[in-house]
């Protein structure tokens, strides 16, 4: 606490990041992708002439939102791109969710959401999920200053297909309906073709899971091009150049090779369900997954403290201390490697 600060700062409640160990651990806390991206990712790296970072970058990030525009079978002006989905989510929680009425979001999804709503002062009501752990779209009421949910939810991992979507945009024409996509590549559906039939619909993605680039950090949302411009506003607002001239590159490679990067999903995918079924005969109950994660509690053993001796195993899993998920553990899925490790220690772990 400083006298120094803006008053707002004192009553912030930052969100909590997975940790980035400094020493070598098997790394399954923060849903990263186990494979390197697009070689081509590599060769914009070899190519990249320093000299160019004497110039600004283009400010509306032209070339890869065309990019991502062929990607999804959209106009330019329906795709706009920030720095990692976290700003993007950010925006638009500043673009359209600052209401009379409150934000609906699921009592359990991704946790940056409640602490936007705290930064920019926007009311929130969580609804709880279906006894299932299925965010329950059906109890969205349609008096409300927007929604927001991930689908695939986090850290859940269950995903509605498009006709769900579609059902709640025909309840709910009046407010914008945010879908974050992070997870949707590892077999969920995605919700952008219903961009065209719902101005009020945003979809939100990130190069930082399927497209193995969290460290580069570039998001985007498809929308409208009336909720694009509330965007656009927002962002010129605040930082007319989120995305560097090296990252544009980057993402615009990563974007150029859709066969390695359905190899790369369908490895992942292939190997979260083998992770299924050996956690399964672990003891563990493991909710269904169309992303790449699971989450897994185990019958007998504490969360908690299989947390810890995983660790002591060097293996670093995510374990939520709240209420609804102190039982949970949520483990990335890494390389078939990575994986063999996990099973071997929670062998020794659970006997
Ligand atoms: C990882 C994640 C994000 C953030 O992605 P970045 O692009 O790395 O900021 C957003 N939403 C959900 C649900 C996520 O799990």
Known sequence: MSKYW???????????????????????????????????????????????????????????????????????????????????????????????????????????????????????????????????????????????????????????????????????????????????????????????????????????????LAGIRLGYAVASRELIEGLERIKDSFNSYPIDRLAEQIGIAALSDPSYFDECRTRVITTREQTRDRMAALGFEILPSQTNFVLAKHLTHDAGELFIGLREHGILVRHFNTDALRDYLRISIGTDAEMDSLIEALECLCR
Request: net charge negative.
């Open 6 to 212: 803006s008053p707002q700062v004192h009553d912030l409640t930052p969100y909590v990041p997975g940790e980035q160990p400094r020493e070598q651990l098997i790394k399954l806390n923060t849903n990263e992708n186990p494979y390197p991206p697009a070689p081509a990712v590599e060769q914009v790296l070899r190519e990249f002439n320093a000299s160019d970072l004497r110039r600004y970058p283009d400010p509306s990030s032209t070339s890869l939102r065309e990019s991502l525009a062929t990607t999804f079978n959209v106009t330019l002006g329906e795709v706009f791109v920030g720095n990692g989905s976290d700003e993007v989510l950010a925006l638009a929680f500043q673009a359209f969710f600052r209401q009379n009425k409150p934000l609906l979001l699921p009592e359990i999804s991704y946790s940056f959401y409640p602490v936007y709503c705290r930064m920019y002062g926007i009311a929130s009501q969580s609804v709880p999920l279906t006894d299932d752990w299925q965010v329950d779209l059906e109890a969205f009421g349609n008096d409300n200053g927007g929604i927001i949910f991930a689908n695939p939810n986090a850290p859940t991992g269950h995903g509605h297909g498009r006709k769900a979507i579609a059902a709640l945009l025909e309840r709910n024409p009046h407010s914008v309906v945010l879908v974050d996509e992070a997870y949707v590549d590892f077999g969920g559906e995605s919700a952008v073709p219903l961009i065209h039939q719902y101005p009020n619909l945003v979809v939100t993605g990130t190069f930082s899971k399927s497209r193995s």
